[in-house]
Structure formats: structure tokens, C-alpha cells
């Protein structure tokens, strides 16, 4: 038995009608992908988000946003991100010129002390938030204090709404008020298309500007993929409740074994357990896990929910490391 639980994928597979999609279009792999398809997705992700196609940057994965968001705005006096934040956030800013501040979230609620940054911030600033955070699971700053920020014209603000599925929580209402928000999306993580890689950005005309020339060729089976996956949609909710069951397990049993377990609202969970190297005792039982102690103390891990019998599986061995140490 293995337990894949380290990448915070969907354990899923897309539901037929989408796979089916994508085998025929394995036949065009010779083609590049036409524009007609690409502005199909387009008006297909402005249907599920209820906004203008207008407002919509695609790109073959959100990592590459982060990127050229970052790249776009490195001359900016200071950049600002939570600590810990996803991977990908904290090493695009390091490779920037600008001064950097990382904020830290302390436990138990890991929230953004997003006041103190508002009346300090009189240069031009870049703050990137992961709401929810990566590798907490939380929701790190409320819609009122994304306001405040933006209020302040000295910040540009990118809220990177990977996991919005799971926590039905966005500023994408937002979007047409400040004209220094931008929002990020992805399909790798509710609608189980990781590994087709698409990534979208959410802005207003002024920022979506910056990205003019630099769109990047979508790979034609991943916006097949994804544009089968928006037209059959209704199997994310189904997903997401599974998810949802599964982690409510993972919290109780951690409860029951005294580990502290952080609720979350995405598809994985904070767990504290108090081990040194646990990470590795659990390789060594086929259990992959995320090591989360270079932001915490050792003994903090990050794990994804996945299948019934990969979550039980975990849990098992949790439990006898626990009891052994």
C-alpha cells in the first residue's frame, strides 16, 4: 500500500466525457492550438466566474503568473508575502531587487496582520497573499482588510485563489473597484487537471496591460481538458464533498491520537506532530507526506486528502508512530 499525500492533488480522476476529450484530441498533437479554442475557454471560465472574458489572462499553469507577476512589478520598492507561503511565491520574490518583508502567521489562526502594513506602506509596494494559505489551509486575511490595502494606491495586490473551490471564498467582486487587484485562479486542484496545467489570472485593464506579448502557447489537450472539464463542472461538488468527509476524518483521528491537526479550507491539512524526522518515518512505510518544518517547528507536516483507502492507510501508520514515540 502507498499513500501519495505530499502535492496537494485532487486523488480523483475527471469524469469520463473529460477523458474522452482529451484521447481525441491526442489526434491533433501535431497541430498548435487554434484561437478559436483558446477563446472558448476564455468565455468558459468568464461563464463559471460570472465576469467579462476581458478580465481573463490565460497561462499553462499558475506558477508561470506568479513569475511574470512578480517579474512585471521587481522594480517596485518592496514586495510583501505571508510566512510561510506557497514555494513558487517565496522563490519568484527572492530573485527580485526589491526589499523583501515576509510576514509571519502564527498559530493557531495564521492570520495576515494586514493593519500595521496599511498606514506604513508610502512607496511602491507589492504585497502577494495565498488566501487560503499554502501551507496553512487557512484563510489568511479577510475581504475588509483586502479593501484597506487596496485602498492604499501605493499597493498592487495578487490574491492567489488556488484553493477557492474548497473554501468558496473570493474578491473576485472586487476586480472592477480597484484597478490594483489581481486574482489567481487555477484548474489543477478542484477539477482534478493537474497535470494538464492551466492557470488563469483575474485583473482590470491596468495590470492586464502588463501582460500584453506575453501570453505563452496553451498545449492544445490541456485546453480540451480544460474546457470539458468547465461544460461537465457539476462532478467538482461531488469532489469537494468527498474531500471534505475525508478530512473531517483525518481531523478527528489526529484529535484522538492528542495531534494537533489545524482545520482547513482546502483540500489538505496542517498536522503538528511533535516528531522529529516524521516525515521520513513515513517514507520509509509508503507514507509521502509534505515536510512543513522549514517554516514551523520539526515535526510539522502537510497532508493532502486522498482516496478512502489512502487516508485510512495514513491514519494507521499515524497512529503507530505516535504510540511509539
Known amino acids: 500500500m502507498k499513500a501519495r499525500l505530499d502535492k496537494n492533488e485532487m486523488p480523483f480522476l475527471p469524469p469520463n466525457i473529460v477523458i474522452n476529450a482529451v484521447k481525441k484530441s491526442i489526434a491533433k498533437l501535431n497541430r498548435y492550438t487554434s484561437q478559436e479554442y483558446v477563446d472558448e475557454l476564455t468565455h468558459l471560465l468568464a461563464n463559471y466566474n460570472d465576469i467579462s472574458p476581458e478580465t481573463i489572462f490565460l497561462s499553462p499553469g499558475s506558477d508561470i503568473i506568479i513569475k511574470e507577476f512578480v517579474f512585471l512589478h521587481s522594480t517596485v520598492d518592496q514586495i510583501i508575502i505571508p510566512d510561510p507561503a506557497f514555494i513558487i511565491i517565496e522563490n519568484s520574490v527572492e530573485k527580485t531587487p526589491s526589499s523583501i518583508l515576509k510576514v509571519k502567521l502564527s498559530a ?3 492570520r495576515f496582520p494586514y493593519k500595521y502594513l496599511v498606514s506604513e506602506i508610502d512607496k511602491p509596494t507589492l504585497i502577494v497573499v495565498d488566501n487560503p494559505n499554502n501551507p496553512t489551509g487557512k484563510l489568511i486575511i479577510e475581504k475588509e482588510g483586502i479593501k484597506k490595502l487596496l485602498n492604499n494606491d501605493n499597493i498592487t495586490l495578487l490574491v ?48 492586464r496591460e502588463k501582460f ?28 469537494r464533498d468527498l474531500i471534505q468527509r475525508e478530512k473531517q476524518k483525518i481531523l478527528e483521528k489526529c484529535e484522538q491520537l492528542n495531534v494537533t491537526a489545524y482545520p482547513s479550507n482546502t483540500n489538505f491539512v496542517l498536522i503538528n506532530t511533535e516528531i522529529p524526522n516524521i516525515v ?39 497512529e503507530k508512530v505516535v504510540q511509539a514515540h
Open 212 to 239: 500584453k506579448g506575453l501570453e505563452i502557447m496553451l498545449p492544445y489537450p490541456s485546453v480540451i481538458a480544460a474546457s470539458a472539464a468547465l461544460k461537465h463542472r457539476d462532478y467538482i461538488e461531488e469532489y
Open 160 to 207: 492567489d485563489e488556488a484553493y477557492f473551490e474548497f473554501s468558496k471564498y473570493t474578491v473576485i467582486d472586487l476586480i472592477e473597484t480597484y484597478p490594483n487587484l489581481a486574482i489567481l485562479r487555477t484548474l489543477s486542484k478542484s477539477f482534478g487537471l493537474a497535470g494538464s496545467g492551466i492557470g488563469y489570472l483575474i485583473t482590470g485593464e491596468k495590470l
Open 108 to 110: 493557531p489562526d495564521f
Open 280 to 318: 521520513n518515518t513515513l517514507a520509509k512505510q509508503n507514507v509521502f507526506v509534505y515536510d512543513a518544518s522549514n517554516y514551523f517547528a520539526s515535526g510539522y507536516i502537510r497532508a493532502s486528502i486522498g482516496l478512502k483507502k489512502e487516508n485510512d492507510y495514513f491514519l494507521k501508520i499515524l
